[in-house]
């Protein structure tokens, strides 16, 4: 963990949605690498193959990402957030942007004070207007954008990228 992260006193907590997996081993290596505590924000109705059919104008997912109020709900509430200064929030990329269960997340606990440290997955695009997207929904947060975890980088890799921050 790097020098200034190690400074808060506290571990981070790696905090990730994952539709299909990706996101998710993504961010299991990213908590290894950090050694950071771990939790999955999980829908409260998990996605199907064709809710995430993005060819598909009526798919789930495409209705969630047209309607920016869309707050999809989350299978629990327990992160534990307050325990943490920094928090890596992890996601696949949707239409150039986080999910819009990433806004629940965030609008769920009380982000003040804390640095949200950005990473996501995508299978072409990148970050787009993703911080800024979400910076109305983290009042009071340091949001920043960091890197996308494709390719699955190595525990050595990550240390390194962390070692930056």
Known sequence: MSKKLMETGLKPLVAYFSASGVTGAAAKNL??????DIYEIKPEIPYTPADLNWQDTNARSTLEM???SSRP??????????DHDVIFLGFPIWWYTAPTIINTFLEAYDFSGKTIILFATSGGSGFGRTAEDLKVSASGAIIKE???LNGHPSADELKK???TL
């Open 31 to 36: 908590a290894e690498a950090a050694g950071a």
């Open 66 to 68: 047209r309607d920016k």
């Open 73 to 82: 709900a989350m299978a629990d509430r327990d992160a534990r957030v307050a």
């Open 146 to 148: 960091s890197r996308l």
């Open 161 to 163: 990228w962390i070692e």
